[in-house]
């Protein structure tokens, strides 16, 4: 489970439930795979000014959020994703929405269902539905 502290709609990307530099961090991990902190910081030095011992603090708290996993090779500690980018897309959109449904369950699913523009969409969430109804009669 990922564990974020506030979801912040009106940030994009990553931003909306990360901070800007662990979302910059993740991008440089899903993209080059296992890291060591200084590849990632030689990565990110020249866009941005940082003391290599801030991106490993933010690393080091990336993997106690269960974003990262790390390994201990040699006296380095090497990074690696825990989950895609997709994987971390599905449990942030799952998270936020079962917040929103606990609490809001109706006016959500009326937002959702007002965001389908084209009719074929529309008979999909209605096969989605009825498959779900079957599921749900046993």
Do not use: C
């Not at 940030?11 to 979302?23: C, Q, R, S, T």
């Not at 942030?92 to 389908?116: N, Q, R, T, W």
């Amino acid at each position: 489970m990922i564990k974020f502290s506030e979801f912040k709609p009106r940030n994009k990307g990553l931003e909306k439930v990360l901070g800007g530099l662990e979302a910059k961090i993740m991008d440089v991990v899903w993209s080059t795979g296992r890291s060591s902190v200084r590849d990632v910081y030689e990565r990110l030095r020249p866009d941005q000014d940082l003391a290599y011992t801030t991106v490993m603090t933010v690393m080091t708290r990336l993997a106690a959020k269960g974003l990262l996993n790390r390994e201990r090779v040699d006296g380095t500690y090497y990074y690696e994703p825990a989950m895609s980018r997709e994987e971390f897309g599905r449990a942030v959109a799952g998270e936020v929405l079962d917040g929103l449904f606990e609490s809001f369950s109706k006016e959500a699913i009326a937002h959702l269902v007002s965001k389908f523009e084209d009719s074929e969409d529309l008979e999909r969430l209605a096969q989605i539905i009825e498959e779900r109804r079957k599921e749900k009669r046993g």
